[in-house]
DNA sequence: TATGAATGAGTGTTCATTCAT
DNA sequence: GATGAATGAACACTCATTCAT
């Protein structure tokens, strides 16, 4: 990601409660704040938890580190999946925005791409298990590839298609499938040092400029 | 595999109890008979169950399918990974002896590298779940990935360096990095028809050839 | 019951705060009226609960229904049973002065036990699962029990009385035991086609006609 | 029961191992008698803690009754309506053999059947929450009742036939709601000493005589 | 040696109840 | 007073692993 993202923001909830302005002395305020504020704690908690014991991890792990009872994560996060969203939003978010912006900078539509991927990576590939888990056939966990891949191919999609139309690679390449693979390869990325995603992922697309 | 290796040849145990000839009648014979035959049936049950369920099956499942008790499984493979590698060691062992084969043939290096990952990403990607679970880092399931590399480095290894001598591809490129890249990409390929590892990982390999 | 209650009447709280009149502008008066309109909705929504899910549904079940907080409820009735009673309590109270009512008509004794059997029947089947909990030895629901039987029994006492001097039923069975026994009758009748509680019901007071 | 059975029976399992004779030295012998043993432990301890807790006792309480672990009690009864089934078995088979006994006696077919009803009421009236589980609907406990109706239904129906018949009693009761009736004037009747189910029933059953 | 019964830690999940705001 | 967030005990159930027979 562009800006190191270290801890999770407030408000990061899955039910975007997007009312913006105002901060008046409303009375449902009152609540918010203290239960933004143990959402927080959970959501950094997690994170934590995530990176030293990857997005399995028990919720009771979970609940501990946060210093909350497991109902409350139960409460905020009905699902791991909705927990898992939460975490990695920002960064998700961030990634799909950066897209647009890297094709509009005058770079050619390759290296756009090229470097698109690489902020992917970057984001999973620091991340404990999470490429993992996108892969975890696991009931329910559906939903957070779903969600990423959402948010991110289509993104992926216009890098693409630019990226052929500038007669820079090769056609006939699926943004479902190159995101996949390129997840993939960041799989048990980090403690391992003989392991490079990057460089792989690096292969992957050099790959893709080779002619039919 | 060139051979299409279905069901698994006796004898086939973890420690290669090499003591081939001679059967006389003596009772501990008869009992190394009936153990043989049973150790059979387990990695022909396992295999079975791996396909079917994945290389995480529970163990009573394997059990069950063998027509043996739990206690059995582990008196000959103490750990799952044991029992794994005991399942697939003739596909590794077929897929190790294919490297220089295919290096003599006359061929280039870089089509029998190809040829060799092509066989490679056949074998991994038919198992259900062997290339997540040599990702994975439950405890023991290290050896598993050991056992992998031990045999199949030195092969790929040569592979590369003759590709690399002959020019066809770039150098610094680890064998490691590579078969673990080509691993990944084979993570989730069955079940999943939008997703072609044996595509990616032709790109992968096509990105070896670009020149630095 | 004779009067179809579908709703509960303001006010029906279990400690009966009868200080009916003046309405006065005082702040604690506000309050007052702001708690009853409360309660009221309460009442409401436990009844449409305890129909659709039980009389043991979940608090927030019914705290949601009402849309007030879990709180509330506790505020309001410390324990179940208080809600159960304050839910239930009109029709306690209608089926209690039924009795005499019936008693005087000039039908005979046995007729107006009947009668009034039928109508507590009629009460407690369509209560979904309150005959069961009538009988639950949960902690806290004998308060239920006992305000029912309080309510009831004396009633019940007077026409079983009446019946037996007027020479229609035999002699020997307690107000308390019939009652247990019509209301036990009574459990499971709703969704199960097969069972009539009315019927069986009407058995057992012929039964009781029965000569020694 | 005609038969005070106190405790339960060895070889009480669910699952009928019907294989009568022959104690040979058979292989497998060896394990089962420790498995029925323990299974003995676990229906006696189940059936104590039935009368102590009601049949919707946690299962640890009985497994620690039992001095085993929990899964022991899953081994042997994958479902509780197993263990109840099982605990319950002997005392219900004993019950639906008695019907015809009774029958044949020569005492009219009203005799027999009010016998055996009270046969009926004492089995249920000494399980504590037995009558009430029979009734509850929680998912899987319908087998339970199944099981009942199953095994005394028949019975029931040819009692009530054989009264009609010889003109004793009314037509149009169904067995299904006369025992499921009996059953319900069952619960509740331990622990109240001014309940006593067995009169109530003597009432229901006496209803029966009275001419349309 | 083989068996498979027993173990019991580990985990997800629900819900009554309390209490800070 | 009202709210509803937080708590955490309680429970069912699974499975790897051990060990008596």
Chains 1, 2, 3, 4 share one sequence.
Not at 95 to 119: M, Q
Not at 194 to 207: C, E, I, Q, S
Request: hydrophobic share 45%; proline share 3%; glycine share 12%.
């Amino acid at each position: 990601m562009t800006e190191g993202i270290g801890s999770v923001r407030e408000g990061d909830s899955v039910r975007g409660t997007g009312q913006g302005a105002g901060q008046g002395a409303g009375q449902t305020r009152a609540k918010r704040a203290d239960a933004r504020r143990n959402e927080k704690a959970l959501l950094d908690a997690a994170a934590a938890v995530f990176v030293a014991s990857g997005v399995e991890a028990p919720v009771r792990e979970i609940a501990a580190r946060a210093g909350v009872g497991t109902g409350t994560i139960y409460r905020h996060f009905p699902t791991r999946a909705d927990l898992i969203i939460a975490v990695f939003r920002h960064q998700v978010d961030a990634c799909a925005e950066a897209g647009p912006r890297l094709l509009a900078t005058g770079e050619s539509p390759y290296v756009a791409l090229t470097k698109w991927i690489d902020l992917f990576v970057d984001f999973v590939v620091t991340k404990h298990g999470l490429a993992a888990v996108l892969r975890s056939d696991s009931a329910g966990m559906d939903t957070l590839g779903a969600y990423f891949l959402d948010r991110l191919l289509p993104v992926c999609t216009d890098l693409l298609d630019a990226a052929v139309t500038s007669g820079e690679i090769r056609d006939g390449v699926e943004a479902y499938e190159l995101m996949r693979g390129v997840g993939n390869l960041c799989i048990g990325a980090d403690n391992d040092p003989r392991y490079d995603a990057r460089r792989l992922v690096g292969l992957l697309v050099a790959g893709l400029r080779q002619p039919r």
